[in-house]
C-alpha cells in the first residue's frame, strides 16, 4: 500500500448506522458549525468562501454501485472510502499538498439548470472535490468529494476547462 499525502480517518463503532453518525458528526465539526453553533467558515487558496450545509452530507458520503450507468443516483446510502478522506477535503481546499488542478466545467442540475461547477482534482491521490459557483461572486458551496478512477477523471477532463494547477512546491507556498 502506497502512502498517501494526508492521513485517513478509520473510526470505529458497532454498526454502520453508528459509524455512520460518527462521522456526520466530524463533517459538522469541521466543515458546519461550532460546538457553539457558529457558521465555520473556510477559504480556499483563492480567498474564496466555501459554504458546507448539513444536508449535503447524506449525498458527499454515498455514492453510486455503477457510476457509469447510475445517472447520479446513489444506491449506496453510506460510501467507507468517501468517510475515509472526510478530512482531505479541507487540505484540498488549502493546497496543502501534491498537484492540484482546478478546472471548470458548465453541470446541469436536477431542475435542468445550467451551473457552473469548479472541480479540484488532487493528481497523486486520484480524489476529487466538486464545489458548486453560487451569484455572490466568491463564494462557492461544496457539493462532494471522492477518490476517482483513471477512466471518471479521463470524463472530467474531457468535459472540462483546466484554470490553474497548484502544486505548493512548486508555486513557492
Known sequence: MTAHLWPLLRLKGSSGDELKEKYREIFVETYVKTSCGDKIIIKDWNDNRIHFSLGMFDHAFSEA???RFSYGVHDISFSYKRAYRILW???TLSAS???IERRHQMKRDGRGRLRKRRTLIVVEEKYVVVLEETDKGKELNFIS??????FYLEKIRQESTLVEIKNPSLNGD
Do not use: H, L, Q
Open 65 to 67: 454501485s455503477n457510476y
Open 89 to 91: 477535503i479541507k487540505e
Open 97 to 99: 499538498a501534491g498537484t
Open 145 to 150: 468529494a471522492f477518490p476517482a478512477d483513471s
